[in-house]
């Protein structure tokens, strides 16, 4: 059963930075390099919105426009992890941020939160004005 556990988060000023690593486990073979993975964030009453994405093998993109230009989505396939560097961060950008992971040889679609099937329990990120 695949497994993600996301850190990094915590509070910062506005125009401050923080990176956000997710590690995954509970891949078989060569199935988290196969996997489609990315960033959701979630704030209380709202809907999970995506943040970026990252494709399996040529390593292709995909950032909401709130967020392009100031937020990095990498991984790390020798090591099962995924990173988020966020920069320039705003009081919007405080929400609960999620990892996600589609399924191993599915490749990646539309940032859509239902084309991702394994969660991370989330970590928090604050910014203040």
């Known amino acids: 059963q695949v497994q993600l556990a996301e850190s990094g988060g915590g509070s910062v000023q506005a125009g401050g930075s923080l990176r956000l690593s997710c590690t995954a486990s509970?891949?078989?073979?060569?199935?988290?390099?196969?996997?489609?993975m990315a960033w959701f964030r979630q704030t209380p009453g709202k809907e999970r919105e995506g943040v970026a994405q990252i494709s399996t093998d040529d390593g292709h993109t995909v950032y909401d426009r709130s967020v392009r230009g100031r937020f990095t989505i990498s991984r790390d396939n020798a090591e099962n992890t995924l990173y988020l560097q966020m920069n320039s961060l705003s009081p919007e950008d405080t929400a609960t941020y999620y990892c996600a992971a589609g399924r191993p040889w599915v490749a990646c679609g539309p940032l859509a939160r239902e084309a991702f099937n394994s969660w991370g329990q989330g970590t928090q990120v604050t910014v203040s004005a």
């Open positions: 509970g891949y078989s073979g060569n199935g988290y390099r196969r996997a489609c």
